[in-house]
Every structure is written in C-alpha cells, then in structure tokens.
C-alpha cells in the first residue's frame, strides 16, 4: 500500500503477525538487542529502553527505512520478569502471578532518519487464583516459553485470568497497534 521501506525489528513471529494485520508491507530483520534489565530501572523504563533501542539497531542495518522496535516487559510487584525460555520458569512466574494483579509495558518505537516516537502502552492483568494443577496442565498445553508472563493471550492463556484492561488489545500480544498506527501516521503512513 504505501512506498516507504518498513522494517520491523524483531525477530518475534507475534509481533510480525500482529504487524501483518496492517495492509502494509514490512521486512523483519533481527535488531540483534540484548534484553537486559538495567541498574535502577523500572519494568516501564526497561520496555521503552529496549524498544529504542531495537528501532535504533534497525536503522543503522537499515538507514534509509522507517523501523519499528517493540518491546515487553511482565511487572508484578515492581520486579521485571521477561520470557520464561523454560519450563520452571514458566511454572515459577504463573505460581507467583496467581490471583494477582500484574503490569504488562509495551514500548513501540518508531524511528527514521528524521525522527524518532517511542510510546508505552500498558495492560493490566488480574489472574485467577490458579491451582499448581491448573498451572502445569496449561503450561503442558500451550508452552509460552517465549513470551512475556509465560502465556499466550491471544490462545488459551486467557482462562488464566479474571480480567485484562488496556487502551489497545493488541498490546497484550506484543505490538500495540493502535499507537503504532498513530505513530506511523506522524511518519507519513496514514492508514487506513
């Protein structure tokens, strides 16, 4: 639909999904980020950081391109969790979030030669209280060891909970779309 070269990078198949929604056309390339949690910094600040961060990555690989950087990060208690990458892990998160209220920050940046627009969405979760039956039994089904919060949303991870609030339901998934969309129209990409 439009000229301009997109990049999104990441290397997450969600956030591409997600991104593929829009009827535009996009390259994913890996922003080869390290996804750590810096002294000081809180689970938001964290999400914000990264997501620059990847979207600078993208345009030094890609100077001549508009390119998007996200990022997520799980706050509950004020503490960062990322992905699990592992199944104890992703028992330990879930046994800690149950019957809880967590944060979910996810930072989308886009950014050109010109300019640069990073903004943070936020989504909060109330997770059922949730037995360590129920919890291994969902982890054997759908294990979400590569996402934030260890589950998938968009799939039978949300019987996890009792409900999930934010301004954009995509953001849960890993890409909020409804800024992006608002970004990008800052960048010349008006949609629809």
């Known amino acids: 639909m439009h000229s301009h070269r997109l990049i999104l990078a990441s290397t997450s198949r969600y956030r591409a999904q997600l991104l593929s929604r829009l009827p535009i056309k996009f390259e994913q390339i890996d922003p080869n ?14 999400a914000i950081r990264l997501a ?13 391109c508009i390119v998007i950087g ?28 149950s019957g809880r209220l967590g944060t979910f920050h996810t930072a989308v940046s886009v ?16 997770f059922r ?6 919890i291994t039994r969902y982890v054997d089904c759908e294990p979400a060891f590569d996402c934030a919060g260890s589950f998938r949303s968009e799939q039978f ?16 998934v ?4 409804i800024a992006l ?8 990409l008006s949609l629809p």
Request: no cysteine.
């Open 33 to 46: 980020v390290e996804e750590i949690h810096a002294a000081d910094e809180s689970p938001e600040q964290m």
């Open 52 to 64: 620059a961060s990847k979207a600078a990555a993208g345009l030094r690989a890609r100077p001549d």
């Open 70 to 97: 996200s990022d997520q990060v799980y706050e509950l208690d004020g503490m960062a969790f990322g992905k699990p990458g592992q199944r104890a892990t992703a028992i330990e998160q879930l046994q800690r979030s």
């Open 111 to 126: 950014i050109s030669k010109a300019d640069v627009i990073t903004e943070n969405v936020q989504t909060r979760v109330q």
């Open 129 to 134: 209280p949730l037995t360590a039956d129920q």
């Open 157 to 172: 991870g949300i019987s996890l909970f009792e409900w999930v609030r934010s301004d954009d339901p995509t953001a849960i």
């Open 174 to 177: 890993g890409l909020p779309l």
């Open 181 to 188: 969309v608002r970004i990008l129209d800052r960048f010349g």
